[in-house]
């Protein structure tokens, strides 16, 4: 959806029409419905991806999400998580993309792609954070006939759910949680309606160090 935004496709092309066209890569982002949740999760590393289809002798299952492995993950016991790592370990500021209100949507888009992220971290001047924009929201602004020229501060002014206020748009996390625990948290808010892909990581102090997603 963020290349079909950044290519100016019109929403009325056929789906298929536009896959056939940039997708020739589709198989390895398919599951066998027996693989393990661990051969998924590097499935979805190696191709970039937040979903893979799931399939079975008899067609298509249905859709896996990173969200449904930190789902997983959440619900195990500490014990059977041989990865000790904590947050901190995966997030740190160069791997955050961030933006600023005056910001393009086209330009974030195009940095969220450039460094493989899911989201960015609208800053002010000083840096405090203003919001969260994941490409749910990209998808949302293409959806609705959003240009691409438009500004992420007047999309926000839209779509106040990417707000800081908005307790769902950041929902904190600290540098020295567990991946486990972070996995707890984003299982726990899979009941929302809100995008629960995404954590913001803060430090002590309250200043902003990253954006977790459960891609991570």
Same mark, same amino acid.
């Given at each position: 959806? @963020?290349?079909?935004? =950044?290519?100016?496709?019109?929403? =009325? #092309?056929?789906?298929?029409? &536009?896959?056939?066209? $940039?997708?020739?890569? &589709?198989?390895?982002?398919?599951?066998? &419905?027996?693989?393990?949740?661990?051969?998924?999760?590097?499935? !979805?590393? %190696?191709?970039?991806?937040?979903?893979? +289809?799931? #399939?079975?002798?008899?067609? +298509?299952?249905?859709?896996? =999400?990173?969200?449904?492995?930190?789902?997983? #993950?959440?619900?195990?016991?500490?014990? /059977?998580?041989?990865?000790?790592?904590? +947050?901190? %370990? @995966?997030?740190?500021?160069?791997?955050?993309?961030?933006?600023?209100? *005056?910001?393009?949507?086209?330009? #974030?888009?195009?940095?969220?792609?450039?460094?493989?992220?899911?989201?960015?971290?609208? *800053?002010?001047? %000083?840096?405090?954070? +203003?919001?969260?924009?994941?490409?749910?929201?990209?998808?949302?602004?293409?959806? !609705?006939?959003?240009?691409?020229?438009?500004? $992420?501060?007047? &999309?926000?002014?839209?779509?106040?759910?990417? @707000?800081?206020?908005?307790?769902?748009?950041?929902?904190?996390?600290?540098?020295?949680? /567990?991946?486990?625990?972070?996995?707890?948290?984003?299982?726990?808010?899979?009941?929302?309606?809100?995008?629960?892909?995404?954590?913001?990581?803060?430090?002590?102090?309250?200043?902003?160090?990253?954006?977790?997603?459960?891609?991570?």
């Amino acid at each position: 959806a @963020l290349r079909a935004f =950044s290519e100016h496709v019109p929403l =009325s #092309v056929e789906v298929g029409h &536009w896959l056939h066209g $940039v997708q020739s890569d &589709w198989e390895p982002r398919a599951v066998e &419905w027996d693989e393990s949740v661990q051969d998924c999760a590097a499935r !979805m590393v %190696d191709c970039g991806v937040h979903h893979l +289809v799931v #399939v079975s002798p008899s067609g +298509v299952v249905g859709v896996l =999400s990173s969200t449904d492995l930190a789902q997983a #993950v959440g619900s195990e016991e500490e014990d /059977t998580v041989s990865a000790p790592h904590t +947050v901190g %370990d @995966l997030v740190c500021p160069y791997r955050t993309v961030t933006c600023r209100l *005056v910001t393009t949507l086209a330009d #974030v888009m195009d940095l969220m792609m450039l460094h493989d992220r899911s989201a960015a971290a609208v *800053v002010d001047d %000083d840096r405090n954070l +203003v919001g969260v924009l994941t490409e749910n929201n990209i998808m949302k602004a293409y959806s !609705m006939g959003a240009l691409p020229k438009c500004t $992420v501060g007047d &999309w926000l002014n839209a779509d106040a759910t990417c @707000l800081a206020e908005d307790p769902h748009a950041t929902s904190t996390v600290m540098p020295g949680s /567990t991946l486990l625990e972070a996995a707890a948290m984003l299982r726990e808010r899979a009941s929302s309606n809100c995008d629960f892909r995404h954590l913001v990581v803060r430090d002590n102090a309250g200043d902003l160090v990253g954006v977790l997603s459960a891609l991570d």
